[in-house]
């Protein structure tokens, strides 16, 4: 009478197990079903896409169309600030931020540029040895001595030692200007003495690998340290960008990182579940090995 009674208990605590087990598992499907729709409207929402521009009387629009993960030439030739002609292949040699800006600019360049340099000193990355930042003329008119004056004047306004290596201020020819924004998607119309132009930043590797576009004149240091990381490997494939593309993605909307807390309040909820499947599995198989030698 006692075995009878204990197989029918042990039968139908197998049963709970069993349907306990089913509940759990129906959840993780609920979960991933429910998190993989949400990632993939956020992909398509986030995806990488033309920023409007103006269009000119010459037809040419204004704006930038990404060029993620292709390669920028690096044997173009401009002039430094002292006016000796240097390639940016001796100037990319790390996690790069090129700034496309015109130095007479008064207004959108001279805001970026300004903005940048008091976020740069709240950066951990030493400058020059881990990441470098390049302000790029597309005025073929501007000169070495007009860039070398606008880096004094950003570098004095960070107010602590900045290496002078570790921002440069180039000037260059048509030809030079057009193969280098050419290959950044990067557009612009002048107009008289000026331009209509996008403000950006754009974020390469050591090797010229388009990593990442900033947009707009305003930044968060952990936004630049974000991009500086993505850009130290330069391949999408690597593990770190897949743990950063997990746990942050770009919004251009807003132009900063964002956390993806439902992603990882998922990953959490199935981990544990897991885990608790584990446990009722594991659990009924060691209450079933007695039962089984007293048979």
């Not at 602590?160 to 440069?168: D, E, H, I, L, Y």
Request: some cysteine.
């Amino acid at each position: 009478m006692s075995d009878i009674l204990c197989n029918t208990l042990c039968k139908a605590a197998g049963r709970r197990r069993l349907f306990l087990c089913s509940r759990a598992s129906l959840l993780v499907v609920l979960i991933l079903l429910f998190v993989y729709d949400d990632v993939r409207s956020a992909e398509i929402n986030v995806e990488s896409k033309p920023v409007a521009g103006e269009v000119g009387a010459d037809e040419t629009p204004v704006g930038i169309v990404e060029q993620l993960d292709r390669k920028i030439p690096l044997d173009i030739t401009f002039r430094d600030e002292g006016g000796k002609p240097v390639r940016l292949a001796d100037l990319v040699t790390g996690p790069t931020i090129i700034l496309p800006v015109y130095f007479s600019c008064t207004n959108e360049c001279y805001t970026l540029q300004w903005g940048l340099a008091q976020v740069l000193p709240k950066l951990k990355n030493k400058p020059d040895e881990e990441y470098r930042v390049i302000s790029v003329s597309f005025d073929e008119h501007d000169t070495p001595e007009l860039a070398a004056k606008f880096k004094r004047v950003y570098l004095t306004s960070m107010h602590v030692p900045f290496p002078a290596s570790g921002w440069r201020f180039l000037t260059g020819d048509v030809r030079s200007i057009k193969r280098l924004t050419n290959a950044l998607g990067y557009t612009f119309q002048r107009r008289g003495r000026d331009f209509l132009h996008p403000v950006a930043s754009i974020v390469i590797s050591g090797n010229g690998t388009i990593v990442r576009y900033l947009y707009g004149a305003t930044f968060l240091p952990k936004d630049l340290a974000l991009a500086l990381i993505e850009a130290r490997e330069g391949k999408s494939s690597t593990a770190v960008r897949k743990v950063l593309q997990y746990c942050f993605s770009y919004d251009p909307r807003q132009n900063t990182y964002v956390f993806n807390l439902l992603r990882v309040s998922a990953t959490v909820v199935i981990v544990c579940t897991g885990g608790f499947l584990a446990f009722l599995l594991l659990s009924g198989r060691k209450r079933n090995q007695p039962d089984s030698r007293k048979k």
